[in-house]
C-alpha cells in the first residue's frame, strides 16, 4: 500500500475508530492485510506493576492473549516501550537480535511452535502510570519486514496514536451520531464541533468556559477566533481545503500568555452521520505528564543501545545474569559484555552500585 486514495480510505476508517471502539478489530485486520501481517494489537502496559492488558486484538487466539498476558514480566520489548520515542518504529528483525529474541523465555512460551517469525511494535501514548501500543506480527513463511512495510507503519502510527487518544478522551464507549453531543457534553474537557472556517456547530460546557476565559481561543459571533500565535496556526491548518490538508487528524500544544499549555487534537468526524454532516471533532486538554522511568531517563542520560537497554531492565527487576540471559534468549557471555558496557557508561563497579545509581534518577512515578 502506497500514500494514495487506499492509504487514505485507511486513515478515515482509523478515524472512525475514535468515535466507535467496536471499529477497531476490523481497522486491525485492514491494517495486518496492508503489512502483510498475520494477527495486530493494541496493549496497554503497567510498567510498575508488570502487567500488560491487550484492550484490542486482531486474530489472536485465546490460549495465547492469556499466555502472553501471564509473561508479560519476562517480555523483553517491555524495556524498550519505555525509553522509545512515541510513534518510532520497532522491527523485531531490525532492532534485536532476532535470533535471541526467538530463544527468548518470552517468545518460547507464547510465540513459539505457531509458525510467527517478526513482530512490528509503535509506542503511542505514555501516562504517569503506563504506555500503550500498537503491533503487528507476521508470519514465517512471510519472513521479515519490508522497508516499504516498516515505512507503511511509521506512516500510520500518529494516525492511530490520535484516534486512540481521542477514543480515550471520550471514555471507550461507542458514540453514534444520534449521542455525540451527549457524549461530549459528558466531558470535563473541552470539546467543540466545528467547521473548517470556524463555524461552531457544538460546545460543551467546558469549552463554554475555556472560550470565555478569551486565553488561547474565543467566539465570535458563532465562529472559534485564535487569541495566541499557536492558536492561528491550529485554525490556519484547520481551514485548508481537504485535498491540501492531507490528513484527518491533527496534534498541536497550544501556550497562553501565563505558560499554560492545552493539548489540541481534531479529526474529521466522516462517520458521524447526518445529524452534524463531516464537521470536526476538536478536544482540548491538559497535557499528561510523561512517563520518565528510572529506566528511561539512563537510556537518555547515559546513551545505552538497545540491548544494553534491556539487560538493564532485567537487572533492574533484580534478575542475576544468568537468569537475564535465559530471559532474553543471550548467551551470559554476551549478557556479561553488554553489563561491562552499562558498568563503564555509569561509573558504576557492581550490580548493587548500579541499581542504586539508575534509581536515584529522578521519576515523577515515584512522587
Not at 532492532?95 to 510467527?116: P, T, V
Amino acid at each position: 500500500m502506497k500514500p494514495d486514495e487506499a492509504f487514505s480510505d485507511l486513515i478515515g476508517r482509523i478515524y472512525d475508530c475514535a468515535l466507535d471502539t467496536s471499529l477497531w478489530p476490523t481497522a486491525l485486520g485492514e491494517i495486518t492485510e496492508a503489512l502483510g501481517g498475520v494477527m495486530a494489537d493494541l496493549v496497554v502496559s503497567h510498567p510498575l506493576e508488570r502487567t500488560q492488558k491487550f484492550t484490542i486484538l486482531y486474530n489472536w487466539p485465546k490460549d495465547q492473549i492469556a499466555l502472553a498476558q501471564a509473561n508479560a514480566p519476562i517480555n523483553p520489548g517491555l524495556s524498550l516501550g519505555l525509553t522509545a520515542p512515541l510513534c518510532k518504529v520497532f522491527c523485531s528483525s531490525r532492532d534485536l537480535d532476532i535470533e535471541a529474541f526467538h530463544r527468548s523465555r518470552y517468545w518460547q512460551n507464547c510465540f513459539a511452535g505457531r509458525g510467527l517469525y517478526d513482530y512490528v511494535v509503535t509506542p503511542i501514548t505514555r501516562t504517569v502510570t503506563s504506555f500503550s501500543t500498537w503491533g503487528v506480527v507476521g508470519s514465517e513463511a512471510k519472513g521479515p519486514y519490508t522497508d516499504e512495510e516498516i515505512e507503511l507503519a511509521r506512516l500510520l502510527s500518529p494516525h492511530i496514536k490520535r484516534a486512540v487518544e481521542i477514543s480515550g478522551v471520550i471514555g471507550q464507549q461507542r458514540v453514534e451520531a444520534g449521542t455525540l453531543r451527549a457524549a461530549l457534553e459528558a466531558l470535563a474537557t473541552p470539546a467543540l464541533i466545528i467547521e473548517p472556517n470556524g463555524a461552531i456547530l457544538f460546545c460543551n460546557q467546558a469549552a463554554d468556559r475555556e472560550l470565555a476565559s478569551r486565553q488561547v481561543l474565543r467566539e465570535h459571533k458563532g465562529r472559534l477566533r485564535a487569541v495566541t500565535q499557536d492558536a492561528m496556526k491550529l485554525l490556519a491548518g484547520l481551514s485548508l481545503p481537504d485535498a491540501s490538508r492531507n490528513t484527518k487528524g491533527h496534534d498541536a500544544f497550544l501556550t497562553d500568555a501565563t505558560g499554560r499549555t492545552l493539548h489540541a487534537t481534531w479529526a474529521e468526524l466522516e462517520q458521524a452521520g447526518e445529524e452534524i454532516g463531516s464537521p470536526m471533532l476538536l478536544l482540548l486538554r491538559e497535557p499528561e505528564a510523561a512517563l520518565t522511568t528510572p529506566l528511561l531517563s539512563a537510556a537518555s542520560l547515559y546513551k545505552l543501545t538497545t540491548a544494553e537497554i534491556q539487560v538493564l531492565g532485567q537487572v533492574l527487576h533484580g534478575h542475576a545474569l544468568t537468569d537475564t540471559a535465559e530471559i532474553l534468549g543471550l548467551a551470559r557471555s554476551t549478557v556479561k559484555t553488554h553489563l561491562d558496557a552499562i558498568y563503564r557508561k555509569t561509573q558504576t563497579n557492581r550490580q548493587s552500585e548500579l541499581v542504586a545509581r539508575i534509581m536515584s534518577l529522578a521519576s515523577p512515578l515515584r512522587q
